[in-house]
C-alpha cells in the first residue's frame, strides 16, 4: 500500500521568501512521485514529476523537487515566491494508474 | 490538442434527485478517472475506466457509478443525492499506451462543482 503526507495544511510566505512544501511518502516499492497545483476553480495541473532519472526534478515556475530516499521524503520549493504561487499543492504517489493524492497545502503569498 | 472538458461546470440538486456528469478526454487517451474534492475529506478516487471498462474503484458507495463510451468520453452518476455529495468532481485522463508515462500522468478537467440542497 502507499500513502502520502503533506505537512501544512496552510503555508504563508512573504513575496520574494522561500517556499517550502512537505511530502513524505510511504510504499513498499519505489514510486513515482508528483507534485500538482489546483488553481481557484480548477482542476490540477501536473507541476513535475519524478521518474528516477534524477533526484533533483525542476519543473513549470521554477519549482524543483529533491526525492531523498533515506528519508521518503520529496519536498517541493521555489526560491523565491511570487504572488501568482497561491494556490493548493497537492504531492501524489502513483503506480500503474491507482494515484494516492495528499491533503493538500495552500499557499498564501504575502505582499 | 483542446483539454479535458467537463460539463456541466456547476450544478444545483435536491436531495434524492439523480445527476450525471460528463467527462471528455484528450484526444486518444483511453483511461477516465473520476475524483470527488471536498475541504474536509480532500481528492478521493471514485473510479478509472479504460477502454469501456471499469478497471479501479475506490471506496465509494452503489450510489456512484459511471461508463465510458467508444469513443473514450465518460460518464458519471450520482443516484439518491445526498448533502455530503456535494463537492467537486474532477475527471482526469491519461495517455495510451504500456510506459510509465502512459500509466502515471494525469491530466484533469476543470470540474463539475456539484451542490446538494
Known amino acids: 500500500a502507499q500513502s502520502v503526507t503533506q505537512l501544512g495544511s496552510h503555508v504563508s510566505v512573504s513575496e520574494g521568501a522561500l517556499v517550502l512544501l512537505r511530502c513524505n511518502y510511504s510504499?513498499?516499492?519505489?514510486?513515482?512521485l508528483f507534485w500538482y497545483v489546483q488553481y481557484p476553480n480548477q482542476g490540477l495541473q501536473l507541476l513535475l514529476k519524478?521518474?528516477?532519472?534524477?533526484?533533483l526534478v525542476k519543473g513549470i515556475n521554477g519549482f524543483e523537487a529533491e526525492f531523498k530516499k533515506s528519508e521518503t521524503s520529496f519536498h517541493l520549493t521555489k526560491p523565491s515566491a511570487h504572488m501568482s504561487d497561491a494556490a493548493e499543492y497537492f504531492c501524489?504517489?502513483?503506480?500503474?494508474?491507482?494515484?494516492?493524492f495528499g491533503t493538500g497545502t495552500k499557499l498564501q503569498v504575502i505582499p | 490538442k483542446a483539454g479535458v472538458t467537463q460539463t456541466p461546470r456547476y450544478l444545483i440538486k435536491t436531495r434524492g434527485q439523480q445527476v450525471t456528469l460528463s467527462c471528455s478526454p484528450i484526444?486518444?487517451?483511453?483511461?477516465v478517472s473520476w475524483y470527488q474534492q471536498t475541504p474536509g475529506q480532500g481528492l478521493q478516487f471514485l473510479f478509472e475506466?479504460?477502454?469501456?471498462?471499469?478497471?479501479n474503484k475506490g471506496n465509494f458507495p452503489g450510489r456512484f457509478s459511471g461508463r465510458q463510451f467508444s469513443n473514450s468520453r465518460s460518464e458519471m452518476n450520482v443516484s439518491t443525492l445526498e448533502l455530503g455529495d456535494s463537492a467537486l468532481y474532477l475527471c482526469?485522463?491519461?495517455?495510451?499506451?504500456?510506459?510509465?508515462?502512459?500509466?502515471?500522468?494525469?491530466?484533469f478537467g476543470a470540474g463539475t462543482r456539484l451542490s446538494v440542497l
Open positions: 482526469a485522463s491519461s495517455p495510451s499506451g504500456t510506459g510509465w508515462l502512459a500509466k502515471n500522468i494525469q491530466y
Open positions: 510504499s513498499s516499492v519505489p514510486p513515482y
Open positions: 519524478y521518474t528516477s532519472a534524477a533526484t
Open positions: 501524489a504517489v502513483t503506480r500503474d494508474q491507482k494515484v494516492t
Open positions: 484526444s486518444g487517451h483511453r483511461s
Open positions: 475506466y479504460f477502454s469501456e471498462t471499469q478497471r
